[in-house]
T-cell receptor, first 114, second 111 residues
Framework: EAGVAQSPRYKIIEKRQSVAFWCNPI?????LYWYQQILGQGPKLLIQ????????DSQLPKDRFSAERLKGVDSTLKIQPAKLEDSAVYLC????????????FGPGTRLTVT | KQEVTQIPAALSVPEGENLVLNCSFT??????LQWFRQDPGKGLTSLLL?????REQTSGRLNASLDKSSGRSTLYIAASQPGDSATYLC??????????FGTGTRLTIIP
């Protein structure tokens, strides 16, 4: 069974530029999560999707971050415009009810904003 | 506020020793608890998932326990190996499947 796929793995941009991350969850997983992990901290949930609907986006900075999951499979997370404090690893995870909502994570995208 | 705490932040032990990593959380009404391993520059690998109704889970040399009444979980690693060196993260789903993470314990196994 293929795991969670993410791209790109690394991205360096200047502040005020825009960037997009892509995630493909494990096949059949209805729930998809985007997390932000700042160096030395645990991951923080940004947004949770159930199929193509948003379940929780309470910690998503909506003035600059947006995310979508149009067909209930792949998802994209966008930052526009980026700030220095957005430098972090962006992790995508997926889960399913049938596996007790055990979350499986992708390799992450390391974003550096200069 | 629902929080997850992991102490110590770093731990070094000689190879072959058994060890325990600790996790505490502020609310006993949890949905599940998950232990992860994170290697430098990598994503998170799920180690064990304990549902709210369970007391422990085992996988190979790993054993995780859950005590909701005291707000604690432990991850026991038997016969530690250098390959066990990594950061171990505890994450709790409070009331639903959304995870709140601790800051992790960085484990170093000394050959």
């Amino acid at each position: 069974e293929a795991g969670v796929a993410q791209s790109p793995r690394y991205k360096i941009i200047e502040k005020r530029q825009s960037v997009a991350f892509w995630c493909n969850p494990i096949s059949g997983h209805a729930t998809l999560y985007w997390y932000q992990q700042i160096l030395g901290q645990g991951p923080k949930l940004l947004i949770q999707f159930q199929n193509n609907g948003v379940v929780d986006d309470s910690q998503l900075p909506k003035d600059r971050f947006s995310a979508e999951r149009l067909k209930g499979v792949d998802s994209t997370l966008k930052i526009q415009p980026a700030k220095l404090e957005d430098s972090a690893v962006y992790l995508c995870a997926s889960s399913s009810y049938t596996s007790g909502y055990e979350q499986y994570f992708g390799p992450g995208t390391r974003l550096t904003v200069t | 506020k629902q929080e997850v705490t992991q102490i110590p932040a770093a731990l070094s032990v000689p190879e072959g020793e058994n060890l325990v990593l600790n996790c505490s959380f502020t609310d006993s009404a949890i949905y599940n608890l998950q232990w992860f391993r994170q290697d430098p520059g990598k994503g998170l690998t799920s180690l064990l998932l304990i549902q709210s109704s369970q007391r422990e889970q085992t996988s190979g040399r790993l054993n995780a326990s859950l005590d909701k009444s005291s707000g604690r979980s432990t991850l026991y690693i038997a016969a530690s190996q250098p390959g066990d060196s990594a950061t171990y993260l505890c994450a709790v789903a409070f009331g639903n499947e959304k995870l709140t993470f601790g800051t992790g314990t960085r484990l170093t196994i000394i050959p």
